[in-house]
């Protein structure tokens, strides 16, 4: 069975890497799903969840903030300028920079992007936990 090479790197650090069977990611067009096979692929990721379906068939999530997205042999990287595995991400906190943000008077670019930022962190610990619960 043919299979991805993935890997996500942040700015700062290697985030997650191994063989896989699938990768969700969100471009500015929308989501894009990549299986073994796929055409060669260079897009921008916006804030959003990666989701990986790893070759045991276990789910990885990783909040992403910003980045590229490169598909090429079967090897997908994602490069992001933000990202967290949903396992480390502190869903209290991120509840609480929402909440911070949303209560901030004036629309400001700096506010919607802090808003979408904790939106997208608290999705991708919720996606992590629905899934430990279901299995």
């Known amino acids: 069975m043919t299979e991805l090479t993935v890997s996500v ?3 700062d650090r290697n985030v997650w890497s191994g063989p896989a069977k699938a ?5 500015p067009e ?3 799903g990549i299986l073994a096979g796929h055409e060669p692929v260079l897009s921008l990721l916006v804030n959003g969840v990666v989701r990986i379906t790893a070759v045991d068939g ?3 999530y990783v909040a992403v903030h910003g980045g590229f997205l490169a598909v ?3 090897n997908v990287r994602v490069l992001a300028e933000v990202a967290e595995l949903a396992g480390d991400i502190d869903v209290s906190r991120a509840q609480r920079a929402l909440e911070n943000a ?3 008077g004036v629309d400001s670019a700096e506010r919607l992007a802090a808003i979408h930022r904790a ?3 608290i999705q991708a610990a919720t996606a992590a936990t629905a899934v ?3 299995n």
Do not use: W, Y
């Open 119 to 121: 939106e997208t962190r």
């Open 102 to 104: 949303s209560a901030s």
């Open 72 to 74: 090429d042999n079967n």
């Open 23 to 27: 990768l969700v990611a969100k471009t």
């Open 58 to 60: 276990s789910k990885v």
């Open 9 to 11: 790197v942040a700015v």
């Open 30 to 32: 929308g989501e894009i």
């Open 132 to 134: 430990t619960l279901h």
